[in-house]
């Protein structure tokens, strides 16, 4: 027996499943933030049975139901990675087994009803029923259609990092427009809007058209024109799913629209400056940090209301 099958008949421990619990409480309630997410996606890679407690509580309910008569827990992130801006607070394990019943009603309306979408700013992971992990990104929506001979996501818009499960007698395909990629026991991350769809291989193989992709080969389509394949930084490329915006060598209008794919109060730039470049990480939500950085940088000026940012050049404003 190879160590994976050990692994994978290893029993998972209360206390792990109990933490992953916990997660599902906060990813899907009220003290959700940015640095829960953070904080999630560090525990979940510390170790191999983190991931496989995750699947066990988001995908049954029965497992969850199991242990609502335990002990209160505190759902809160350890001390090295705990917002201070909230509050401790106690939640009942029954309060995680019903948020629970949620996460795999979410599952479940993937896989047999229209979708599932993200908001302004918010980040999912689907558990998928063969293994697979589908992380999206803001402003995302997909549609799940698993079949016994095919797995077949449509991605509508936006962005989302599939890692999937090898199953070499059941496909497993993603459509993005007229588009499809072929995917077999890979990595790769497709972003979709109404001017380009890029797709980006991570590991393993992928078909695109009549295209193979190697590992940190982007293809990107953009419509009139022919596809145009390079190697971007996958570190650039993958920022959001560590709450960061990455800016590499935008105009600043550029830029603005991508900090405002996490915000709901837009990014305004004036035409004087739209075309000044602009590089860094910012916080994903942070348009304001983001536009302070850029004024401090280029002289600009920030103007601010509850509805709007604008920056734009000292000049127009003295007019």
Do not use: C
Not at 74 to 95: F, G, K, Q, Y
Not at 246 to 260: F, K, P, Q, S
């Amino acid at each position: 027996m190879n160590t994976e099958e050990t692994s994978v008949k290893r029993k998972l421990s209360p206390g792990v499943v109990t933490e992953a619990a916990a997660w599902v409480a906060r990813l899907h309630g009220p003290l959700r933030t940015p640095t829960v997410e953070r904080g999630f996606r560090s525990w979940l890679h510390e170790h191999t049975d983190h991931a496989r407690a995750f699947e066990l509580v988001t995908d049954s309910w029965d497992e969850v139901a199991a242990l609502k008569d335990g002990a209160n827990i505190e759902v809160t992130l350890p001390s090295d990675r705990r917002d201070p801006t909230v509050p401790r607070r106690w939640v009942p394990l029954a309060l995680a087994a019903v948020v629970g019943v949620f996460a795999l009603a979410g599952v479940l309306w993937g896989l047999y009803l229209p979708g599932v979408s993200t908001g302004v700013g918010e980040q999912r992971v689907l558990a998928l029923e063969d293994g697979t992990r589908v992380h999206l990104n803001t402003s995302t929506r997909v549609v799940v259609d698993y079949t016994e001979g095919r797995r077949h996501i449509r991605l509508k818009t936006g962005e989302a990092f599939f890692e999937v499960a090898r199953r070499p007698q059941q496909p497993f395909v993603v459509s993005v427009g007229e588009r499809q990629v072929q995917a077999l026991g890979t990595a790769f991350l497709v972003r979709h809007d109404d001017l380009r769809t890029a797709i980006t291989l991570m590991e393993g193989k992928v078909a695109v058209a009549s295209s193979l992709l190697e590992p940190g080969e982007r293809l990107t389509f953009v419509e009139g024109k022919s596809p145009v394949r390079d190697q971007p930084s996958v570190a650039m490329l993958t920022a959001w799913q560590r709450g960061k915006v990455a800016i590499d060598n935008l105009t600043l209008a550029e830029a603005a629209a991508e900090m405002n794919r996490y915000s709901e109060r837009p990014l305004i730039v004036g035409p004087a400056v739209a075309e000044l470049r602009v590089s860094g990480i910012f916080r994903a939500g942070d348009s304001v940090g983001f536009a302070g950085a850029v004024a401090r940088n280029y002289g600009l000026r920030v103007r601010e209301s509850s509805r709007r940012i604008v920056l734009s050049g000292l000049e127009m404003e003295r007019q």
